[in-house]
């Protein structure tokens, strides 16, 4: 599973990126407001690539079994890219059956200590105030920021000091807090399945 997936407006034919836990999802697009819908990613083949790939580091790995315990049923799905992310989608609402893809990777602070990055793709935006509104929710959370790439994505991120490296359990709020932003904020972008 990859955090995000590109999708092309049927209206408009700009190239959206929304989260990969849209899979299957109809929604508007924020540009033109055309219906959406969002293709659910093929499976990968058998004989394609390592089933169960794992990280490079260690602690990584270690990290991703611990929290897989802890999130339990709040995890639908997860996996490792390119040996060095760990990818959760995780359950924000399950009676609206509504999930938020996070990513964990390591990195350094900018003091160059070892930190944890949690990540969440929000998606594509066109319009300033979606930004405005998104960062007016993100206020609610000092620990976390609300960044635009050069693509226009949107997204969620929060640093947490790694030294001494922190434990699954002290994570686990963390992630399930930056998920939910990151819905609430995807919602009010790509309203899915609500057209
Ligand atoms: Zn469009």
Redesign the pocket.
Known sequence: MYPFIEVE?P????HLRVPSSAAGRRGT?P????L?EVPRPTPPSPEGGDPAPRCTSARLQALFEELAVLLGKKVRERSVVDRKLLVFDIVTDEAADRTQVVTVSETRDRAGEPALLLHSTVGTIFRHDHAIEALKSAESDASMSVSLDDQSTLSVRALMDDSPPVEAAKLKPLLMRLAKLADVMEEKIFHWDRT
């Open positions: 407006c209206g408009c034919e700009t697009c540009r033109c407001h055309a959406v």
